[in-house]
């Protein structure tokens, strides 16, 4: 392998990171933040991703973009209303939006489940064409990604600040105290939930044009891969003040993808990569939890040790 091909790999990797780094970073607003599991997760992906790929495809490239976070909103609040208004239990109410938005994605699709978009003007062509003769002009791609992700890291950073974002994250901690507060715990977490689904549905949108097609299972997996990646950044920057923690996110995302790369890169069948998924997740779970036992197992060697001497 020469170094043209790891760099390839590399960027490829990056970028895919940045794209899912969305996903994750909706994850981190809702179960961090919110402290809600939102297993509505891979198929507002999905959604976001084929109602970008309709607007684009319709002729309104930058109209895509908001398009698909309007929609991912939209699932969020169904997701949220579900779970506030009508009892039914989180985690549940995420399975239910997700097995609903199979239909509705096929539906959005036009009754099809792949959309072909070689010949479709999209944000990435459209920035193509702008770099066109620069030394810019084969990282369109890494530049789309990188400004929506700096856009979204800068945002939760300014949001969580505010009243409304520390009421989101105060319900996440108590939801008793919030209540006994004044603040609406149902209000924030519809808020918070239609928030993070828009980044989960720009996610989809952009990966969606980025590889210029769509199918019914392009988010198939998605939470377990930003789960992964979010437990990973945690390892790294878990702690410290939100910028911090946002780019420890994007970080979890960067390294999952390269350890993706390196996967496929040894042949590993592609039916395997989800086996490599969970087990990343194991890992990045129990870490924390062997790292905690590290310090009595030195104790019990060093007095293992001191009895053999004796």
């Known amino acids: 392998m020469d170094l043209a091909t790891i760099l390839g790999l590399g960027e490829n990797a990056l970028q895919l990171g940045l794209i899912s780094?969305?996903?994750?970073?909706?994850?981190?607003?809702?179960?961090?933040?919110?402290?809600?599991?939102?297993?509505?997760?891979?198929?507002?992906?999905?959604?976001?991703a084929t109602v970008g790929a309709v607007v684009a495809i319709a002729g309104h490239p930058l109209l895509s973009i908001p398009a698909a976070m309007a929609a991912g909103m939209l699932s969020g609040f169904v997701t949220a209303f579900l779970q506030t208004k009508m009892g039914i239990n989180s985690l549940l109410a995420g399975i239910i939006v997700n097995t609903g938005l199979y239909s509705v994605n096929i539906a959005v699709m036009g009754n099809s489940s792949l959309?072909?978009?070689?010949?479709?003007?999209?944000?990435?062509t459209m920035l193509k064409d702008a770099l066109a003769n620069t030394p810019f002009a084969k990282n369109y791609v890494?530049?789309?990604?990188?400004?929506?992700?700096?856009?979204?890291?800068?945002?939760?950073?300014?949001?969580?600040?505010?009243?409304?974002?520390?009421?989101?994250?105060a319900t996440g901690n108590n939801p008793d105290m919030v209540r006994s507060s004044s603040i609406n715990p149902v209000f924030t977490t519809i808020v918070g939930l239609c928030i993070s689904n828009s980044f989960t549905a720009l996610s989809g949108c952009l990966l969606a044009q980025s590889q210029k097609?769509?199918?019914?299972?392009?988010?198939?997996?998605?939470?377990?891969?930003?789960?992964?990646?979010?437990l990973i950044g945690g390892i790294?920057?878990?702690?410290?003040?939100?910028?911090?923690?946002?780019?420890?996110?994007v970080l979890g995302s960067i390294i999952f993808r390269i350890i993706y790369t390196i996967a496929l890169r040894f042949d590993m069948p592609a039916y395997m990569l989800k086996l490599v998924s969970s087990v990343i997740v194991i890992i990045a779970i129990s870490a924390p939890y062997f790292k905690s036992k590290l310090p009595a197992l030195k104790r019990k060697m060093q007095l293992k040790r001191g009895k053999e001497a004796l």
């Open 213 to 230: 097609s769509v199918n019914i299972d392009i988010g198939t997996g998605m939470l377990t891969i930003a789960l992964a990646s979010l």
């Open 236 to 249: 790294f920057l878990g702690k410290g003040k939100i910028p911090l923690r946002a780019v420890g996110v």
């Open 115 to 124: 959309l072909n978009m070689n010949r479709t003007k999209t944000v990435f």
């Open 21 to 48: 780094s969305l996903t994750v970073l909706a994850l981190f607003l809702s179960y961090s933040m919110l402290n809600v599991c939102d297993l509505s997760t891979d198929g507002c992906f999905t959604l976001g």
């Open 142 to 169: 890494l530049i789309i990604s990188f400004i929506a992700v700096a856009v979204i890291v800068i945002f939760l950073s300014f949001f969580l600040k505010t009243k409304l974002g520390l009421a989101i994250r």
